[in-house]
């Protein structure tokens, strides 16, 4: 079946069940918020798995805190459908943009792209974030390289590469870009604790 609209992504169940009355959410142990189902059976409010994935790989889905497996579809439940909350509009807009960027083949290749300021956005938080492991090396130097063969076959020459090959050149950028990346998350988390000493140290004195 080719997936072409966010309807039939939502539909691609013809009857979404409702989740357990007296379940909650795995994640925030309380009542479901726009409670969505991952195609592993499990149910999460949809921002609590969203929020989930936002910590996962950048451009994987997420797998399922409950099962381990993969989360490529959240099928919300079926009166959310007619629901005018802002919130809620806004949260299941966000799900079908997750379930957009998860489909396979050529269709989910297409979609990928159409996604790419989001998948770049995502990558450069995961960069600065100073609790992740991964720096993405592998994935910023492909894309340094790409952009040097574009350079290279659209014949420009306003970059002064120094005697080094342009390839190099991109290529050295892109390190240096993940490494600069890093430090302002670092010095960002700093002033973050920072800020947050101060605002606790002031309710300390404070009088009563």
Request: proline share 5%; hydrophobic share 40%.
């Amino acid at each position: 079946m080719d997936v072409t609209t966010d309807e039939v992504i939502f539909d691609r169940n013809e009857a979404v069940e409702t989740p357990p009355e007296d379940d909650c959410c795995p994640i925030c142990f309380s009542s479901f918020t726009v409670p969505c189902r991952g195609n592993c059976g499990h149910w999460y409010c949809g921002s609590c798995i969203l929020q989930y994935w936002n910590y996962a790989a950048v451009s994987k889905p997420c797998k399922c805190p409950m099962c381990v497996r993969h989360i490529t579809t959240l099928s919300p439940e079926a009166s959310l459908q007619q629901r005018q909350e802002q919130e809620v509009k806004e949260v299941l807009a966000k799900i079908r943009r997750y379930n957009r960027l998860f489909v396979g083949g050529l269709t989910g290749f297409l979609q990928k792209l159409q996604e790419l300021p989001l998948l770049i956005k995502r990558l450069v938080w995961h960069m600065m974030d100073p609790d992740t492991n991964t720096l993405y090396f592998h994935e910023v130097r492909i894309f340094a390289m790409l952009m040097s063969t574009i350079y290279t076959a659209a014949e420009f020459s306003f970059i002064p590469t120094g005697g080094f090959r342009i390839v190099t050149v991109f290529d050295y950028a892109a390190i240096a870009t993940i490494l600069i990346l890093r430090v302002v998350g670092i010095y960002r988390r700093r002033r973050l604790a920072q800020r947050v000493r101060h605002i606790a140290a002031a309710g300390e004195l404070e009088p009563e």
